[in-house]
């Protein structure tokens, strides 16, 4: 009877070896030269930061001489007591400049715009057989009188109310109306004689206007006297 043994043991196979000498060696150089290319590109990195931070140094320090300059030029003045009250002075005239547009403005002193438009409101209003002797106007325009003479009484009512729609006389009102016929002048007639020295003289009797007389007031006469 045969029997096979096998002598055959892994262990006295022939390592192969992986981590030789050379493949270590050239580990290590990469592991080097990786090195050194970081430290070169962090050199260079630091460099355009220091380039960068060496130029923001010198532009500050530009802006600040600028800075030094403009505050030596632009330094604050102490103020001129002259300026100051011209100032105060203007500032006064310009309040009572203010004050015065403000009542003028408000109507505290009545009509500001002249008389004016009151002689233009009387000439527009022309009434035929009725003619104006006279206009007074006092203050500012608070007191109107007008005179006149139509050839007709019942002309003068037409007038005033005509008169009283103008826009300037809105608001107004009159207080009395006088209304008369004046007596004429005594007329005189000479009638000479044959004889140069004598002479006769003869008075007429006096004879009515053919026109009336009206006065037109706004403050009663009374009033107006005192």
Known sequence: MSQQINLFNPIFLKQKKIFTALPMAEALGVIVAGAL??????????????????????MLAVREQRLVKAGQQFAPRASDP???AELADAQAELKALNDVSAVLQGGALGNTNGYAEYFRALS?????????TG?????????????????QATLI????????GERVM?????ASLDIG?????????????????AATVASAAPSSAPFVEFSLQSTPA?????
């Not at 290319?37 to 010198?58: F, I, M, P």
């Not at 037409?158 to 008169?163: E, G, P, Q």
């Open 37 to 58: 290319l970081l430290d070169w590109y962090a050199s260079r990195q630091v460099a355009e930061l220091q380039r960068e931070a060496d130029e923001g140094k010198a």
């Open 82 to 84: 002259r300026l100051a």
């Open 124 to 132: 527009r209003q022309n009434v035929s057989g009725l003619w104006l």
């Open 135 to 151: 206009v007074t106007i006092n203050g500012a325009g608070n007191d109107i009188g007008v005179q006149g003479r139509a050839m």
């Open 157 to 164: 009512p037409n007038y005033i109310a005509r008169l009283t």
């Open 170 to 174: 809105h608001g107004k009102s009159f």
């Open 181 to 197: 016929r004046p007596d004429a002048a005594p007329a005189a007639s000479t009638t000479a004689s044959a004889a140069p020295a």
């Open 222 to 226: 009374q009033e107006t006297a005192k």
